[in-house]
């Protein structure tokens, strides 16, 4: 059966969808009409981010990242060589600086964030034993 984890949501994200809502508000009351369009947008596409960024483990044992828009990031679990937690904060399928690292082999292959990373991890290995954990997860 498959299980789906939902991204961690760190204080940033949060922060920002405030400043967002605050800068949607102030552009709304005055009469510029490409900012009320522009603002908007921004916003649609964070909540977007927000309620569609999740990770799938499926019961044939792939692991697919979901990220809203972007495309869809699928490895089979038998392929993951090591997991390791890091705050890293570039660019990821992660709404939170609290993450882990998947390696497939050597390479550093994707950063994601779990809410239950325990639990997370734990599929993993039942799926494939020899995954390494190079740092602490939980």
Known sequence: MDRVFKSKVGWWYHLAIVLIIAGCVKVFLGTNIVLMVGMLAIAMLTLHVLLNTWYKITADGMLIAHCSIFPEKRIAIA????????????????????????????????????????????????????????????
Do not use: C
Request: charged share 25%; glycine share 2%.
């Open 79 to 138: 392929d993951i060589s090591a997991l390791e937690a890091t705050v890293m904060p570039v660019s990821s399928y992660a709404l939170s600086l609290d993450r882990i690292i998947i390696y497939k082999g050597k390479q550093q292959w994707l950063l994601i964030s779990p809410v239950n990373k325990k639990d997370f991890v734990h599929l993993l290995r039942k799926h494939n034993p020899e995954i390494q954990i190079k740092e602490p997860i939980i």
